[in-house]
């Protein structure tokens, strides 16, 4: 009863905080812009609103347009039950559950796309283009930082393996630790659409990523959109936060909190990045992902070397 | 085994009654799919029966061809193989007889079903023969039936090559077999499979045979890079022979190499090794070639490469599991090859069917040519995208469950780590045996019986516990805690091939397969497009930033849409990886079309007004 | 080389004075000129009877005069675009406009969808906006991209086709003409009240660029000379124009690459600027601070004082915000290499303003035809070699650091307010006058051609997104198609102004 307690705790926190971090972001680049910046509760006071609103669908979309935001956030979410949150164990758990929670993603970016080339224009068409390509050289760098973890602590659940890292993890394997937190923090702001990856802040609908694909959506439907991409940043940010408070080694009350601070100090540390970098060009984002795939690798050769 | 004699029965008479309806069109619609149902049918009941779990069922008569014998069994590892042979050549027959009625009277079709339900005697006897002769007959004769079977549109050049590439090819297959088979026969003093036992062998001749079979079998089932005849032959096949054989017969070859690696004994670690190498290479190549592709046929048979390259796979990661001694990492890798032939059949199958609806329907299988389909064809639609998304491996379909064992087996490599080496103690909960109660009820029955059962005895039996392996290894030099070390390290990188594969894959997946549903009439296409070419009254200038914009201009948009995603797509993997290895086409439009055009082409004299760049025609 | 009639920049001359060359002679003339480093920085058609006198506008850099020739077309006449590339877009506008034919003309597409200004009932009118023949490339995974009329954020409407291949762009045509308004039509047998305002939101963001020129071509009809305070206000005035929009065009490319804190800073201290102008005549865009004769507003000592202090500040602001674009290698990554034009192209299709200075072009009217204040005192031209978005910002950087140098110099030594002199409004009868000013975006022409009664029978304007457009569409060849932004960003050209 306890433990499905924590559970449904754990769920909810996450389910209510996320598109907190999203507010957190967008005010450390507003102080850096020198603006006020809005409100930390935007995102809600925005779904709030868009779920009031009515929905208007193009004649040339088909059910995958209406069915796509609710299997991509109900795919999100089953993502959010296999992740643990503060080295606690996960709703969901069991051995081999970081490919079910690679593939939910997969899953969610799959409906998006499909429901962006649905619409048949050719801005979403090029947007879900550039999502799939990027996506398809960032999955195995994910993949393969799970993979090292995997061989750190030796049990390819999510669950086991945060509970299995501590400072002792950390000090045998300290220096690939870090380059797999490094790889997923590229990972973290390729898959979320951040700056330098792309904006999602620009009307510009050449350049756009994720933006562009989800255009013509309106009302409860964007609303849902905007919900999973909260959902989808929050959960990518347990990963690496999960990893990274391990090195703190804390007990009882103290693993939540430096959890939540950590999440906090993640969303400032992407805001920085945002406001300091320009964004780069749409050539160059498959190399900053090759660097990053070479991180993981690297890591992942670093543990298998150390472990055996 | 009276159900399975009886398929075999119906099936090859039922094959000679189609040549009875010779010019008889209208005969041999009925005649063709209704033996093939019923052969089907009749099959399928012990088939299925076996897998489930009854006993392997066999039969033993005498022949009179020397060194042959006519001996049939249908065990575990030949039901999950029949299984999927038996039901999707049921359903592909059913709708060959619609999809062959353009072709009455023009062709003879009448011919094509004797070919048809012959391929699918020839592929149950293939999965039950237990005598080489018999292997080989079977072989052959499923070979020439499909190689008629493609020759079906046999006027076009392109149906003429890609057939003789077939031939070919599956000949050239075909004599790795034989010489497999000659070894085998003189090792063991027979020709039947009982006898075959290379376990008191040299390893020499173990790993000649499995690279015998290897390529032999690879060259059917389409490892790359013995996989030319398979883009060939899928597309130029009519779409249910396609769903046949792209579906099932390919996996004939992977039947044919699991068999082979029962008779090997305690593989060395190279063999899975060389099998996770193949399906890696298979698997990334596969899907990168299917991204290039236009022709909606083509990049399913693609697929198909990359599909085999995931079974190989996992039969390699369940190899490594049998050789490093590891029972979960065997059972999940075999598992998860073994219902991903299942899976694949069927998804395949299904696709391919979907794609000879379109053909239907459109009359091309050019995707560039193809747009908004879903709202014209909604059930096809909605059946395509199903098997688009599982093929693609996305939960909560088959194809997930397969590819999850699969990489489940390579992350246990991973984490079955000897102890001590980190510090901290006690850290790992779920080592080795440690499945939890989840996992166990994930997908029992399948595990249950795709491994139990479908896992030919000795492979069972004795490799999965150290005591049954060659005492001379066990007792080498590098002692047990060395030769673990080595092991697991060695172990590592599986996952990088694995998880690269099949990331790529289902990029390129979602590329594939929202072209294929996404489809229209072409004709009504190109109509629009000239007629907002020339501008006439009422014509609109194509607002395409608006987001919502509606009516036919939309139309265009989307066909624009589709040209650009595909366009990119390959594009980028070009760019990224494939480096330029094709050129686009690119024209000017003919001076007839366009008048200022010509005009236009006058300039380059001044270097401003310079016709846009041109790359060269090749391709 | 035949000796034209030439005159300064701001002159008038009589119109018989210009000689009626026959059409053949009008184009060697012309071609002859431009080969011999002259600029057509105009060619337009005046009514004359049923025939159209065609006027072409050469500018000479070298000697700082500019060159009259004409000549009377009735039907149709050889074309200068084969050999003279910059004269495309011209002649494209004398067929549409005037309904001539320019013989051996590429191609000639419409350029705004207007109605054309002589009647010949008997020919089909343009289509709508927009609807023309697009040049296409087919071939496999070749693939067109339409942008806009309507684009997404809040910008003018232009339609854009983009040929490509993969995200790469072969081929980029832009149509124009959603904002024609008529202007040159209604200004015909003006001035009048409504001629100022025209003039003023011609180019909403170029106010004082236009209507100093527009003034300058009344002073020329009228003779009437300027008091030399109201020359340095002007300049003044110009300058502060160019900084703000300068400044504003920073922060926009900073905003197209997602460099937050240059964007959102320069947004204020555009405003800040614009706020400067303000000051002069409580207008932000300057209106009715310039007319003819003299300006609107004069400078109190108050003002001068606020002035100086609020542009030191500004400047001050705007060198930290934009200093990190230059030091920010993120930011430099996107700008270098993007959108490139040679400097044979832009000398070629006759760029003006920053976009040429960013070719490595000297070409500034202030410099090469000096006027008013700039007389008198110079501001250093500022060049790049590079050609690319980087070239076309840090010229814009370097020209905001020359102006505001300028403008604080003028300040100390403001001459003495001049006694109230009468405005005569009487303009010369049958003259040409012309007028260039360098806006911030270049070269801006006004030529009137008065009539018997001394009223306007045509008036030419040639914004400098007229010369600019074309180089934007052969800045994107080869380019990848998410750039385009960016390079568009770094023109920043007028829609308005070009469809006037």
């Not at chain 1, 930082?145 to 993890?169: D, H, K, N, Q, Y």
């Not at chain 3, 008529?182 to 170029?206: C, N, V």
Request: with cysteine; hydrophobic share 45%.
């Amino acid at each position: 009863m306890k433990t499905l307690l924590l559970h449904a705790f754990m769920l909810f926190s996450g389910l209510i905080a996320a598109p907190f971090l999203l507010g957190v972001i967008n005010r450390t680049k507003a102080l850096f812009a020198g603006r006020k910046g809005a409100p930390l509760f935007q995102l809600y006071f925005d779904m709030a609103k868009l779920l009031r609103k009515g929905v208007t669908y193009s004649r040339t979309t088909t059910w995958i347009f209406r069915a796509a935001p609710v299997i991509g956030l109900s795919a999100v979410m089953t993502a959010m039950t296999l992740m643990p949150l503060a080295r606690m164990s996960a709703p969901l758990s069991f051995p081999g559950d970081l490919v079910l929670f690679a593939y939910c993603l997969g899953l969610m970016r799959f409906v998006t796309v499909l429901a962006a080339l649905d619409t048949g224009s050719s801005f979403e068409g090029m947007g879900a283009s550039r999502e799939v390509q990027f996506s398809a050289l960032a999955e195995p760098v994910l993949i393969i930082a799970i993979a090292a973890l995997v061989c750190a602590a030796g049990s390819p659940s999510l669950t086991a393996i945060f509970a299995a890292m501590t400072r002792a993890t950390w000090q045998a394997l300290g220096p690939a630790l870090v380059l797999i937190v490094a790889a997923l923090l590229v990972i973290f702001l390729v898959e979320n659409a951040r700056i330098p990856v792309d904006d999602p802040n620009t009307h510009l609908e050449l350049t756009m990523i994720h933006e562009v694909m989800v255009l013509d959506y309106s009302g409860p439907d964007l609303a849902f959109i905007l919900y999973a991409a909260s959902l989808k940043l929050w959960v990518l940010g347990t990963l690496i936060v999960n990893i990274a408070i391990s090195f703190l080694d804390l007990h009882g009350f103290f693993t939540p909190l430096a959890f939540t601070a950590g999440m906090l100090v993640l969303a400032v540390l992407v805001g920085i990045i945002e406001s300091i970098m320009a964004r780069l060009s749409l050539l160059k984002v498959p190399r900053l992902l090759m660097g990053a795939l070479v991180l993981a690798v690297l890591a992942f050769a670093f543990i298998a070397r150390f472990t055996s | 085994m009276i159900g399975v004699e009886l398929a075999l029965l119906i099936l090859i008479a039922g094959a000679f009654l189609c040549l009875a309806t010779l010019g008889r069109p209208a005969w041999a619609r009925v005649v063709g799919p209704t033996v093939a149902v019923l052969g089907c049918a009749a099959g399928l009941i012990p088939s299925a029966t076996v897998l489930i779990g009854a006993a392997p069922i066999s039969l033993r008569l005498p022949w009179l061809i020397p060194l042959g014998s006519l001996s049939l069994e249908m065990d575990a590892l030949s039901a999950v193989f029949a299984v999927p042979i038996l039901l999707i050549t049921a359903l592909a027959a059913v709708y060959g007889a619609e999809y062959l009625r353009p072709y009455e009277g023009k062709k003879e079709t009448s011919a094509s079903w004797f070919f048809f339900n012959m391929l699918t005697a020839s592929m149950l006897l293939v999965v039950l023969a237990r005598n080489a002769l018999l292997f080989l007959l079977a072989w052959e004769i499923m070979s020439l039936a499909s190689f008629f079977l493609v020759m079906f549109e046999h006027e076009k050049e392109s149906v003429q090559r890609a057939g003789w590439v077939y031939l070919i090819a599956t000949h050239i297959g075909t004599a790795f077999i034989l010489v497999l088979f000659v070894l085998l026969g003189r090792q063991s003093g027979t020709l039947d499979f009982v006898g075959f036992s290379l376990t008191q062998a040299a390893p020499a001749l173990a790993a000649t045979i499995f690279i015998l079979a290897t390529i032999g079998f690879g060259t059917k089932a389409g490892f790359i890079p013995v996989h030319v005849w398979l883009p060939e032959a899928h597309p130029a096949a009519p779409s249910h022979v396609s769903a046949v054989m792209s579906g099932v017969m390919i996996k004939t070859g992977v039947y044919g190499l699991v068999r082979v690696l029962t008779f090997l004994g305690t593989p060395p670690y190279w063999f899975g090794w060389t099998l996770v190498g193949v399906g890696a290479v298979s698997g990334i190549l596969g899907v990168l070639f299917a991204l290039a592709q236009h022709d909606l046929k083509r990049l399913l048979a693609y697929s198909s490469v990359e599909n085999i390259g995931i079974i190989a796979l996992g039969l390699g990661i369940g190899l490594l599991g049998v050789s490093c001694d590891s029972p979960i990492m065997a059972t999940l890798g075999f598992a998860g090859a073994l219902l991903h032939v299942i899976n694949h059949a069927i998804f395949k199958s299904l696709l391919f069917l979907g794609a000879g609806s379109v053909l239907h329907a459109c009359g091309t299988r050019d995707m560039n040519r193809l747009g908004g389909l879903l709202r014209r064809m909604r059930v096809t639609g909605l059946i395509i995208l199903v098997g688009s998304a599982a093929i693609c491996g996305l939960p909560p379909l088959n194809g997930f469950v397969s590819e999850f064992m699969i990489y489940f087996g390579a992350l246990t490599g991973l984490a079955t780590t000897p102890d001590g080496a980190m510090g901290g103690a006690g850290r790992r909960p779920h080592r080795r045996n440690g499945l939890t109660r989840t996992d166990r009820g994930f997908g029992r029955g399948l595990l249950h019986q795709g491994i139990r059962h479908g896992l030919p005895r000795r492979t069972a039996q004795r490799p999965y516990h150290p005591r049954a392996r060659g005492g001379a290894r066990h007792a080498s030099a590098h002692g047990h805690s060395g030769s673990t070390v080595c092991r697991h390290r060695s172990l590592r990188s599986a996952p990088f091939a694995s998880h690269s594969a099949c990331c790529i894959g289902r990029g390129g997946h979602v590329i594939g397969c929202c072209s294929k549903y996404g489809v229209d009439r072409s004709r009504a296409v190109d109509a629009r497009f000239n007629r907002s070419r020339s501008s006439g009254p009422g014509d609109t200038p194509r607002v395409l930033a608006c987001p919502s914009a509606e009516g036919p201009e939309c139309e265009h948009d989307r066909h624009v849409g589709l040209r650009l995603r595909r366009a990119i797509a390959s594009h980028a993997v070009q760019r990224f990886l494939l480096r330029g290895s094709r050129h686009a086409h690119v024209q000017g439009i003919p001076a007839d079309k366009l008048p200022s055009y010509a005009a236009i082409r006058t300039l380059p004299r001044v270097g401003i007004l310079r016709k846009p760049h041109t790359r060269c025609a090749s391709r | 080389m035949t000796i034209d009639r030439t005159l300064p920049n701001g002159g008038s001359i009589p119109l018989d004075s210009t000689p009626d060359l026959a059409a053949p002679e009008f184009r060697r003339r012309v071609l002859e000129g431009v080969t011999n480093g002259a600029r057509i920085a105009a060619l337009f058609g005046c009514p004359e009877g049923d025939s159209v006198r065609l006027f072409s506008i050469l500018a000479w850099e070298d000697t700082g005069l500019l060159s009259v020739l004409s000549t009377t077309v009735k039907d149709r006449y050889p074309s200068l675009t084969p050999d003279c590339p910059q004269a495309h877009l011209f002649e494209r506008e004398l067929a549409e406009q005037w309904r001539i034919t320019p013989e051996g003309h590429p191609w000639l597409k419409p350029v705004r969808f207007q109605t054309p200004m002589r009647g010949k009932s008997n020919e089909p009118l343009p289509t709508q906006c927009g609807v023309a023949d697009f040049f296409q490339m087919t071939g496999e995974e070749v693939h067109e991209v339409a942008v806009g009329p309507v684009h997404a954020g809040i910008i003018e409407p232009g339609h854009f086709r983009f040929q490509c291949h993969g995200e790469t762009v072969h081929h980029l045509e832009i149509s124009l003409g959603y904002q024609h308004r008529g202007i040159e039509k209604a200004l015909a047998g003006g001035p009048d009240k409504r001629t100022l305002h025209y003039m003023e939101t011609l180019a909403g963001d170029t106010t004082i660029g236009h209507t100093t020129a527009y003034c300058r071509t009344i002073e020329a009809l009228t003779k009437s000379r300027v008091p030399a305070r109201a020359q340095v206000v002007r300049g003044i005035a110009l300058e502060l124009e160019r900084i703000a929009n300068h400044i504003g065009d920073l922060g926009a490319l900073a905003g197209d690459i997602g460099f937050l804190p240059t964007m959102s800073y320069c947004g204020r201290i555009r405003g800040d600027v614009l706020n400067l102008t303000a000051l002069l005549c409580g207008n932000r865009f300057g209106r009715r601070l310039i007319e003819p004769g003299g300006t609107g507003y004069d400078l109190t000592e108050d003002s001068l004082a606020q002035l100086r202090d609020r542009l030191k500040t500004a400047i001050t602001d705007a060198e930290q915000a934009i200093s990190l674009l230059w030091k920010t290698p993120s930011v430099l990554a996107r700008f270098e290499g993007a959108g490139p034009i040679s400097r044979k192209t832009a000398e070629e299709i006759g760029l003006v303003g920053v976009s040429a200075r960013a070719c490595g072009l000297e070409r500034d009217v202030r410099r090469d035809f000096p006027y008013g204040i700039f007389q008198m005192a110079h501001i250093p031209i500022v060049t790049w070699h590079t050609g690319d978005v980087f070239a076309r910002a840090f010229v814009r950087w370097l020209e905001i650091e020359r102006s505001a140098m300028f403008i604080l110099d003028q300040l100390e030594s403001l001459p003495a307010r001049p006694p109230a002199a009468p405005f005569t409004r009487q303009m010369s009868s049958r003259h040409l006058a012309l007028a260039l000013v360098e806006g911030w975006r270049g070269e801006i022409c006004h030529v009137a051609v008065t009539n018997e009664a001394g009223r306007f029978a045509c008036y030419k304007i040639v914004d400098p997104s007229f010369h600019n457009w074309f180089g934007l569409a052969l800045a994107l060849r080869e380019q990848q198609i998410s750039d385009f932004p960016l390079c568009n960003k770094s023109f920043n050209l007028s829609y308005c102004g070009h469809d006037l």
